[in-house]
């Protein structure tokens, strides 16, 4: 078994394109080996700011030997029939073939052999095929002709050996070699290589360029702890900045800079995204007092002779100017009421079928009201912080950096004087962002956040613009988790339906305000909108083991209320995990199909004397358990104690066991099958009190 070692040596690489590049590598280069026969024992991909390459383990030198059989036409057949089975098989003559028989007849059979290929014949051709598709974001053309090429940086050397040899692969007028080259300053090379082993050594080595995308970034986060903690500071850690910068470097050497302390009045998020967007720094904080100090981190990409002392000084100078006009936005911005910011929102489009982001704050503002006394929120304190939460989208620096929306709104609503749980509600309403982000629990920020999100949910339903498929072009999948993890993490009680329809009001009042809204009401999407939101409930509680079936089952009760639900299904899925559960699970199914098959009429309940003087031992019992667990398991759900619902359930599993084993459901007695089929319907009632078992699979 032999090697393959592949790169493409080019340009920068944007750093944000190449997991993905490694990952189409794989996949494009891996499919068309696959396809022509070749398999392996292990593919490694690796990128860099310069590299883009992979080694594949374990590859025969050939294609495996193909033997197989063609059947055609019977013995004698028509002539034209049989040349064009021997013209199909590629055989010269009958001569060469066999005739087989079957309880048709006699017919034809070619023995087709196919020697294997060389594998560097396989991999001359599915590297350039491989190179021609692929799928950057975004691509350039560069040079004409036989020689022009379409990459996402111009290409400058191609490396593949396979078993020790060169592949002279032929790539946009460029022929593969065994040279690669190290770091621009540090150990540009060339070098010569011969496998994966030498390449890898002589490139960390003297060529000073760490090819694995983990290990760059483990070295970067080790370093910049290292020179703050060594300055009595703390590191300000970001993964996605540490993706990012391990991208851009290829031997990286993190260094402690000093930026002017007067820009350590602007708030916190600016100076840390001033860095991180315009100069990919990471911040420094104090350890004790938690707050940013006047460091930050750079990560070069060489060892400098003086210790990285210019570096430092040259970027301190760069993100000085980056924070003068952090500064100037600021300043700006404080200049301008929130409620004057609030009032430019009717000249920016929210959607065309839905009107501007003024009309959502009136709409947001309305609903946000209602919804103040279920969350325990003053309603003038909801209303107010909804008419201003959307007004720094105007903003100087929102618009330079869009992240900080509703933080800079925050910031500026304390600046102003508002109330603090205003400005709260400003910056939290977008909240939850993402299944790691925080919920907003203080009431003003829970209404709005609310009133927010059903907004978008109705008024997309309203206008048809639901997700399809893996299309969410709105994130209304992200807004109804939202709605859901607010409602149970607050434990918000109020009926989801209410809600919608809350929302569905404030719509149809912009509407009939002139709003130009086009749209259909809740009678059309309500049923629908809700069906959504009991599958983001199943997607949001498989995480903790509740099976969806569970959640089907009790929302089959019409019950919407997300908190009830939600602990009604954690305590049901506790239920059926124990014997006794999936024991009366088993006899609930056994009791609807019986009362499925039956031609009876079912109506009313059974006659008293059956139930004062039924015949079998095993019925009186079952009689004298369901008299009990009814009513107690009623209670038990009147009081939303589920728990003890499920014990009282719980009762019933040994008698019904004994009934099914001793009673024979449907006797001859006409009077009697009836009274036990009611029995039955009976106990499959008393279950459904709890949840529709008959939507639980197993």
């Not at 800079?257 to 600016?270: H, K, N, Q, R, T």
């Not at 002139?514 to 909108?529: I, M, N, R, Y």
């Amino acid at each position: 078994m032999s090697e393959l070692l592949f790169e493409i040596f080019c340009e920068e690489i944007p750093a944000r394109m190449q997991p993905r590049a490694e990952a189409d590598l794989e996949k494009l280069l891996g499919d068309r080996l696959k396809a022509a026969g070749l398999g392996w024992t292990s593919l490694k991909t690796f990128a860099g700011a310069r590299r883009l390459g992979l080694v594949i383990d374990g590859l025969p030198v050939k294609t495996a030997d193909v033997s197989e059989e063609r059947k055609g036409p019977r013995v004698g057949a028509p002539d034209k029939a049989v040349e064009g089975f021997l013209r199909g098989a590629g055989v010269a003559s009958l001569d060469q073939c066999e005739k087989r028989e079957d309880k048709k007849g006699e017919f034809w059979v070619a023995r087709i052999e196919k020697p294997g290929r060389a594998t560097t014949e396989v991999i001359a051709e599915a590297i350039p095929d491989m190179m021609k598709a692929f799928p950057w974001p975004k691509s350039m053309k560069f040079g004409e002709g036989e020689k022009a090429q379409r990459w996402v940086r111009p290409i400058q050397r191609l490396v593949c050996v396979f078993d020790g040899d060169v592949v002279p692969v032929d790539v946009f007028g460029i022929t593969a070699s065994n040279v690669t080259e190290g770091h621009r300053r540090m150990g540009r090379g060339p070098f010569t290589v011969s496998d994966f082993a030498g390449y890898k050594s002589v490139l960390e080595g003297e060529g000073h360029v760490l090819l694995d995308r983990a290990n760059r970034e483990a070295l970067i986060l080790e370093g910049a702890r290292k020179v703050c903690v060594d300055a009595g500071f703390e590191l300000v850690e970001d993964t996605g900045l540490l993706t990012e910068v391990a991208g851009l470097v290829e031997w990286p050497v993190p260094v402690l800079g000093e930026m002017d302390p007067d820009f350590l009045d602007l708030p916190p998020e600016v100076i840390t995204l001033t860095m991180k967007t315009h100069q990919k720094y990471f911040a420094v904080r104090d350890p004790k007092a938690g707050q940013l100090v006047s460091k930050f981190v750079t990560i070069a990409n060489q060892v400098a002779p003086d210790g990285g002392v210019a570096i430092a000084a040259g970027n301190a100078r760069v993100l000085s100017a980056r924070l003068s006009d952090a500064r100037h936005f600021w300043d700006n911005d404080r200049k301008t009421p929130l409620s004057d910011m609030a009032a430019q929102l009717s000249k920016v489009t929210f959607h065309e079928k839905l009107g501007t982001v003024a009309d959502k704050v009136e709409r947001v503002a309305a609903l946000a009201r209602e919804l103040a006394p279920v969350v325990g929120a003053d309603p003038d304190l909801a209303e107010k912080a909804a008419r201003l939460a959307k007004a720094d989208l105007v903003s100087e620096m929102v618009y330079e950096f869009p992240e900080l929306q509703g933080a800079m709104g925050r910031y500026y609503a304390l600046d102003q004087g508002e109330d603090r749980a205003v400005a709260d509600a400003i910056k939290d309403h977008y909240k939850p962002q993402g299944p790691s982000d925080e919920v907003p629990t203080a009431p003003v920020s829970a209404a709005v956040a609310l009133a927010d999100k059903l907004d978008t949910l109705v008024g997309f339903w309203a206008i048809d613009e639901k997700p399809t498929g893996s299309k969410d072009p709105f994130a209304l999948r992200r807004a109804a988790l939202g709605v859901i993890r607010a409602l149970l993490d607050g434990g918000i009680r109020i009926p989801l339906k209410r809600a919608i329809q809350k929302a569905d009001f404030a719509l149809a009042e912009y509407a009939n305000a002139g709003g130009g809204f086009k749209g259909g009401s809740f009678e059309d999407f309500g049923s629908d909108l809700l069906a959504f939101f009991a599958d983001r409930l199943k997607v949001h509680l498989r995480d903790d083991g509740i099976r969806h079936d569970v959640i089907d089952a009790v929302f089959a009760l019409g019950d919407d209320d997300l908190v009830r639900v939600t602990h009604k299904a954690r305590a049901l899925q506790a239920f059926l995990d124990t014997e006794d559960g999936a024991a009366l699970l088993a006899g609930n199914k056994r009791a609807s199909n019986i009362l499925a098959k039956s031609e009876d009429d079912l109506s009313g309940e059974p006659d008293a004397d059956y139930l004062a003087n039924a015949p079998e031992v095993a019925e009186r019992a079952l009689i004298a358990a369901l008299g009990a667990a009814g009513p107690a398991a009623t209670k038990a759900l009147a009081d939303e104690d589920f728990a003890a619902a499920m014990t009282a359930l719980a009762s019933l599993r040994a008698p019904i066991d004994a009934f099914f084993e001793q009673v024979t459901v449907n006797t001859d007695d006409d009077a009697l099958r009836r009274n036990r089929l009611l029995l039955l319907s009976a106990i499959r009632t008393a279950i459904r009190a709890v949840a529709d078992f008959d939507k639980i699979s197993g």
